[in-house]
């Protein structure tokens, strides 16, 4: 599967953004979806997933109540809803998909977020 990550800006401290990725393949509903970021210095560590069918959805710590996890298995693409940014939330996002019971294997190119205070 190949993914495309879009959406990314330029937004003021308490903004919103929202991200999308778009995959392609006809079997996307059988793939877990997630989100990772990386921002400049650190390592890259995981902002959300959701299952294929989109019942689950997981979130780290950090942006718990403030980004939303979703997808539109119609429409090969997964999102992420981000309000009240900070500062912190600057980082290249990528989105990357697994098949169950795998890793995420399969990744996107960025899309980057910069959040001004």
Not at 23 to 42: C, E, V
Not at 52 to 73: H, L, P, Q, W
Not at 79 to 93: F, H, I, N, R, W
Not at 102 to 116: D, I, N
């Amino acid at each position: 599967v190949q993914l495309q990550a879009s959406g990314g800006g330029l937004v003021q401290a308490g903004g919103s953004l929202r991200l999308s990725c778009a995959a392609s393949g006809r079997t996307f509903g059988s793939y877990g979806m997630g989100w990772f970021r990386q921002a400049p210095g650190k390592e890259r560590e995981f902002v959300a997933s959701i299952s294929g069918s989109g019942s689950s959805t997981n979130y780290a710590d950090s942006v718990k109540g403030r980004f939303t996890i979703s997808r539109e298995n119609a429409k090969n693409t997964v999102y992420l809803q981000m309000y009240s940014l900070k500062p912190e939330d600057t980082a290249v996002y990528y989105c990357a998909a697994r098949q169950v019971g795998r890793q995420f294997e399969y990744w996107g190119r960025g899309t980057l977020v910069t959040v001004s205070s």
